[in-house]
């Protein structure tokens, strides 16, 4: 099945800049709500990171429970799809919103392209980013500790205890879960640690085992990768400890000027969010084969994305069937004139497009 599932997704990598839009106009009239939510989670995390050093030996963090955002939406006329819920997790430096940005939403969300095709959607702010909470940046926010919350994050939504007891969740026949970047890298160690958590299907944006994510997993203060938060932006993060940062140079997620509008550029520049010190010196942990995971998977990524593509034209993301060897079906799709951040670039709308058909596909 895998072999068949390569074939076809190189046969459509020609037609992706064919596709035809998603009819994100007819998005309909959707029941929204946000909450915070306890999420317990136990792991073994990296001992004595500093600022300047990435640490050694382990540090048991947990059991312990977590507040985290959730942002719920779903279709006001209930059908079958709305029983599928996509769970959406953002990369680093960004937020729930990186999946319903405020800057043209009826180009660059992919929430609303999502709920028009009639699926539910829950979106959530990683731990230590946005409206969650912010722990030692250092001790306590790194991959393996934000790994775990995943795994009770989508537990919670399958037993229907993920919600507070006002907020009467569905009950859901089938859950997606859709990553970019670091919300990728988090999945897939999640379904390596737990191959049998009950994800149906997996898509990662932005993410290859292949690449390496050279570009990303080597960034530090020292280099001048990253900035301090609350130095940078003081009227947002001021009240943050030193061991949160942002990446005030945002070119590395683009592709060359013309594949984006400058609004979403800028747009990117004043919102970015952080990403803690502990998860930089982290994030290699995360390239790790998934051979056990048994649902459907879809990766995509943009064509000139350097944090993923080692190969011109990003020919290495066809050899990521590899790593989910026991999936019921793998695809992958390359986005031309697309960098890193799919959902900030001209071509979104055939990125959503991408998506939502491979999901109808597979019978979603």
């Not at 500093?50 to 540090?59: C, E, F, V």
């Not at 912010?134 to 009770?152: A, E, I, S």
């Not at 089938?174 to 149906?200: F, Q, R």
Request: with cysteine; glycine share 8%.
């Amino acid at each position: 099945m895998l072999a068949d599932s390569f074939v076809a997704a190189v046969a459509l990598l020609s037609l992706v800049g064919a596709v035809p839009a998603v009819p994100v106009e007819h998005y309909s009239s959707s029941k929204c709500t946000e909450f915070y939510a306890p999420v317990t989670a136990t792991a073994t995390n990296v001992a004595n990171i500093t600022l300047d050093s990435p640490g050694s030996g382990s540090l048991q963090v947990g059991p312990a429970a977590f507040n985290i955002f959730f942002h719920f939406c779903t279709p006001s006329e209930p059908t079958e799809r709305s029983k599928t819920v996509q769970i959406l997790a953002h990369g680093a430096t960004y937020t729930h919103e990186y999946w319903n940005l405020q800057y043209k939403p009826e180009m660059y969300s992919y929430e609303r392209a999502a709920l028009a095709q009639g699926y539910s959607i829950l979106s959530y702010d990683a731990l230590g980013i946005g409206r969650s909470a912010h722990p030692d940046p250092l001790n306590v926010v790194q991959l393996p500790l934000l790994t775990q919350l995943v795994v009770g994050i989508v537990q919670a939504v399958r037993s229907g205890t993920l919600a507070p007891p006002h907020i009467a969740l569905p009950d859901f026949d089938k859950i997606v879960y859709m990553g970019h970047s670091l919300g990728s890298m988090t999945l897939n160690t999640a379904l390596a640690e737990s191959p049998d958590l009950p994800v149906d299907a997996a898509v990662f944006t932005g993410f290859t085992h292949s690449g390496e994510g050279e570009a990303v997993s080597n960034l530090t203060l020292a280099h001048g990768d990253l900035q301090i938060a609350s130095q940078a932006f003081p009227d947002r993060f001021g009240s943050l400890s030193d061991g949160y940062t942002v990446i005030q140079d945002r070119t590395l997620f683009y592709a060359p000027p013309g594949s984006y509008e400058d609004g979403a550029f800028e747009y990117d520049v004043e919102t970015q969010d952080t990403v803690s010190v502990g998860l930089a010196f982290t994030l290699r942990s995360g390239f790790v084969p998934t051979p056990a995971y048994s649902g459907h998977v879809l990766v995509v990524i943009g064509d000139q994305d350097v944090t993923s593509c080692n190969q011109p034209g990003c020919a290495n993301v066809f050899q990521e069937a590899a790593f989910y060897s026991a999936a019921a079906s793998f695809e992958a799709q390359v986005i031309p004139n697309t960098g890193h951040v799919l959902n900030l670039h001209k071509s979104s709308v055939a990125t959503y497009t991408v998506i939502l058909d491979w999901l109808t596909r597979i019978g979603f």
